[in-house]
């Protein structure tokens, strides 16, 4: 692989996330205006290199040889979300609409070697530490772990109970004053679904789009949302994005998730792709991110791995990151709270 500067490389991409395609000429231009002295023939080394590295594809030939990013080009893109997410939605540079070439084309690594190693040690140390952990203690722990799960995954969707008021309405059956109705029934459905799916996780090794809906279907319970695919057309606060609207395309989509999950080798690959996928698609009515937070912990589940609380997640920090796939559809924002979080679980639970 050739050695290409990171400041070159990443402006080189971020250009083609502002355009459909480009030449050299134009890029080099592009990096001129940036008060950069790359020449073009450096800039013509750094497209050749990105594109062995299959972060471009290469259009035409000859004097007409024009690039355009590819799939693990967008997926790979290093963004800082914060920057990105404080631009105004019609001022962003995202995709619009759904990208029917994004999900049935991750056929790539998503994670480094060194990404990979962190979570292989985090995971060994779990496995050490649940190892012999006596019945009650493990009840305790998944007691636990259900409140923090509980309480930040509806957290995420604006629920506005405490921590310590979500311990009560779990423990106790106690709601907290001054509170609505729906948050109480919001809380109590994701220790229903969490409850489903640890009983049922061997089922998840290769779950099915009717085991998509069965989680779906107890976390909206009682919350006025209607079950199953959508028919209609869903907007996305404060994003540009607009996900399919035709339930035909959007019950194609599932199966292309699914079909890309099963033919994922890395398990930890596995739940980062169900995390991202059902948030993109959006195929029900409402839920889809906490069903997709759901499912991302059946996963894990599944393949003896720990399941995330979000605990010590910071909500807007997860809704950019989520953003940015939506509309640049780059994974590295919520990879690396995905890493960060399952070492947080690994190091504070024991399931």
């Not at 962003?92 to 990979?116: C, P, W």
């Not at 722990?141 to 995420?156: G, H, N, P, Q, T």
């Not at 919350?223 to 609207?245: A, F, H, T, W």
């Not at 994922?264 to 690959?269: G, K, P, Q, V």
Request: aromatic share 10%; hydrophobic share 35%.
């Amino acid at each position: 692989m050739q050695n290409i500067k990171i400041n070159n490389k990443e402006k080189i991409i971020d250009f083609f996330l502002r355009n459909s395609s480009g030449k050299s000429s134009e890029i080099h231009a592009f990096l001129k205006q940036q008060d950069s002295t790359v020449s073009l023939v450096t800039i013509k080394r750094s497209l050749s290199a990105l594109s062995k590295q299959g972060l471009l594809n290469i259009l035409g030939t000859g004097p007409a040889t024009s690039y355009e990013i590819s799939i693990k080009g967008r997926v790979m893109a290093t963004i800082d979300p914060k920057a990105y997410c404080a631009l105004e939605p019609d001022k962003r540079y995202g995709f619009d609409n759904y990208n029917f070439n994004l999900i049935k084309n991750i056929t790539f690594n998503l994670f480094t070697e060194s990404e990979v190693q962190r979570l292989e040690s985090a995971t060994a140390a779990y496995k050490e530490k649940i190892n012999g952990l006596s019945n009650t203690l493990h009840e305790k722990e998944l007691e636990r772990f259900v409140i923090e799960l509980s309480w930040k995954s509806s957290k995420i969707e604006g629920n506005t109970y405490t921590l310590l008021d979500t311990e009560k309405l779990i423990v106790n059956g106690i709601e907290a004053p001054n509170r609505s109705k729906k948050e109480a029934i919001m809380i109590l459905n994701h220790k229903k679904a969490f409850s489903y799916i640890y009983e049922n996780h061997v089922s998840f090794k290769n779950f099915s789009k009717k085991d998509l809906e069965e989680v779906h279907s107890l976390l909206i319970k009682d919350l006025d949302v209607s079950r199953n695919i959508r028919e209609k057309q869903v907007g996305i606060i404060g994003s540009r994005y607009m996900p399919l609207d035709n339930k035909y395309q959007l019950s194609e989509a599932v199966d292309d998730l699914i079909k890309c999950v099963r033919n994922t080798e890395s398990d930890y690959a596995k739940a980062l792709i169900i995390l991202l996928g059902l948030s993109y698609i959006q195929p029900f009515e409402d839920g889809n991110k906490r069903t997709a937070r759901l499912m991302t912990n059946a996963i894990l589940l599944a393949h003896g791995l720990s399941p995330l609380s979000y605990r010590n997640v910071d909500e807007e920090d997860y809704r950019e990151a989520i953003l940015v796939f939506y509309e640049i559809n780059s994974i590295i924002p919520i990879k690396k709270i995905f890493i960060e979080q399952y070492e947080f679980a690994t190091k504070n639970y024991s399931l």
